[in-house]
């Protein structure tokens, strides 16, 4: 094949996989049981309102076909676990699209939405940011001010565990802007 063919090919070898990433994939989740019997599918809350077709995401990961790591349907999952509960042959797929979600996001390919998320996360300790009016009104139904999140521990001075959790949770790739994709594309 000549080059180019070759950059564009849509399956990949043995060669251009991470072997450990599909060893994680294989020790957690079962998926070489799979029998595609669309059971996850059907389960799929998440799928009957959305384009997010889970035995579609697990046929692509057992051919090895890597566009599924460019998908975004992989970032629709509300990892409810409804498919797992209900797979007659104990797959895992909430957790081989969350193995998929941490690969995709070390190669730079995270949801807008997930990586908003993060960012709440890093700043304010939970995933929705808490307002001055949010404030107020939790004071009003007797709630503390803010909600027990772990940046307490800050506040208390024993937070070694959030470093750790620092160290991978906030690791994420910087957005690329288009302008220099599309420059990367024309390089190439």
Not at 60 to 70: E, I, N, Q, R
Not at 87 to 115: F, W
Request: aromatic share 8%.
């Amino acid at each position: 094949m000549s080059e180019t063919k070759e950059e564009h090919r849509e399956y990949k070898t043995d060669e251009d996989f991470d072997r450990a990433f599909f060893k994680d994939i294989e020790r957690k989740t079962n998926i070489w049981q799979c029998i595609q019997c669309g059971t996850c599918t059907a389960s799929c809350e998440s799928g009957r309102w959305t384009a997010l077709k889970t035995r579609s995401i697990i046929r692509k990961v057992c051919l090895g076909d890597l566009t599924v790591l460019k998908d975004p349907d992989i970032w629709l999952c509300t990892t409810c676990y409804n498919c797992y509960e209900r797979c007659p042959r104990d797959v895992r797929p909430t957790d081989v699209i969350m193995e998929l979600r941490n690969y995709a996001t070390k190669l730079g390919n995270i949801s807008p939405n997930h990586r908003a998320v993060v960012g709440y996360l890093q700043k304010f300790g939970h995933a929705v940011p808490i307002n001055d009016e949010v404030r107020k009104r939790r004071v009003e139904l007797g709630l503390e001010e803010l909600p027990p999140t772990a940046f307490k521990f800050k506040q208390e001075g024993d937070d070694k565990d959030l470093k750790k959790f620092e160290e991978h949770l906030f690791d994420l790739p910087p957005v690329e802007d288009k302008e220099e994709k599309k420059e990367k594309k024309e390089e190439k």
